[in-house]
């Protein structure tokens, strides 16, 4: 009573288990919410109708950790947020990544002092840099898809 | 403008000695206030029939740094009752004697002497709960002061990319 009695004997098909499996990743990718200054605004646009981000799968923001695969830091990070984003990141599970987005996550920006980390990746691994102030969606989405072009290079090993 | 007036007056009446200046500036009044009158004189202007100061809305401090009383502490009085605005500021010498709390007029004044004494260090005699509530816990000094170091880190360029990039603390899964 499926699409299998339609269309009759779809015969089989191979694939490399890690190609589909990081396909798999690739567009489903659920990011945590994390806007923490103006980048935020681009983010959300991003993920709006507009730019719509669900093209990738991806147009769920998860507010709890658990469920989140992906960190797109959109904002300069304080001194006092610093734990808080390490905290986040190590609650979420394997395999998970980290977009580093706007010239303030990535180092520090104009906010070269004392309160402002001089990039995120003093405090989590960054596997993507988005550069602008801010940026825009276009830019962002150009990470999310240099992110995809990584994660399907990726081995199973790796994450094992 | 005549509510400004009716202020000082009352005040002169009931606390004399307690006015130690009084300035305007584009239609706001100013009173500076000796520093161990300040309680007494919050106190007076909440309860007063004709004023009714019933909300504070912030206190706040300023370092004069080459200037001497290097601090002053502003607090920033609405009668809602009135509609009327007023701010009385105390110079303080030392920061570590600060004003007296006006915990018992307002009790806001707990968080906003306690937001004082962390960026600016100035603390408020009487004020037993004065802690870190900005920044964070282990910080060490009060950010706001003119001799706070700013802090700076030698930027990333590409002709000096790799020396910065050895030195730079990455983090690890």
């Known amino acids: 009573m499926g699409i299998e009695q339609k269309l009759g004997d779809l015969g089989v098909v191979t694939y490399r288990l890690e190609d589909l499996v990081n396909w798999g990743r690739t567009y489903a990718m659920w990011p945590i919410l994390f806007g923490l200054a103006c980048c935020a605004i681009e983010m959300m646009s991003t993920q709006a109708s507009h730019y719509d981000a669900s093209r990738f799968g991806m147009e769920l923001n998860r507010p709890s950790p658990r469920q989140s695969d992906l960190m797109i830091v959109a904002g300069r990070v304080s001194r006092k947020m610093g734990p808080v984003i390490r905290r986040l990141y190590d609650q979420m599970p394997a395999p998970k990544w980290a977009i580093a987005m706007g010239d303030c996550a990535s180092c520090g920006g104009v906010f070269n002092n004392y309160a402002i980390v001089q990039g995120v990746d003093e405090i989590i691994p960054v596997d993507v840099y988005v550069a602008g102030c801010p940026p825009r969606p276009e830019a962002l989405i150009d990470g999310i898809m240099t992110l995809h072009e990584r994660v399907r290079g990726e081995r199973l090993k790796d994450w094992a | ?173």
């Open chain 2, 1 to 173: 403008m005549e509510r400004h007036d009716l202020v000082v007056q009352k005040l002169r009446s009931a606390l004399p000695e307690a006015i130690e200046e009084i300035y305007d500036f584009r239609g706001e009044r100013t009173l500076f206030i000796k520093k161990d009158k300040i309680k007494a004189v919050c106190q007076f202007l909440r309860d007063d029939e004709a004023l009714q100061y019933n909300f504070l809305s912030d206190i706040c401090a300023d370092d004069l740094l080459p200037e001497f009383p290097r601090f002053a502490v502003s607090y920033h009085l609405y009668s809602i009752a009135n509609q009327h605005y007023l701010r009385l500021r105390v110079q303080v010498e030392d920061p570590d004697d600060g004003p007296e709390t006006v915990a018992s007029v307002w009790p806001v004044a707990t968080w906003l002497e306690m937001e004082v004494w962390d960026l600016m260090g100035v603390r408020c005699v009487g004020n037993n709960s004065l802690r870190r509530l900005f920044l964070p816990e282990d910080w060490q000094g009060h950010p706001l002061r003119k001799d706070y170091p700013l802090g700076y880190e030698e930027v990333q360029f590409s002709f000096n990319y790799e020396e910065i990039d050895a030195k730079k603390p990455y983090a690890r899964d």
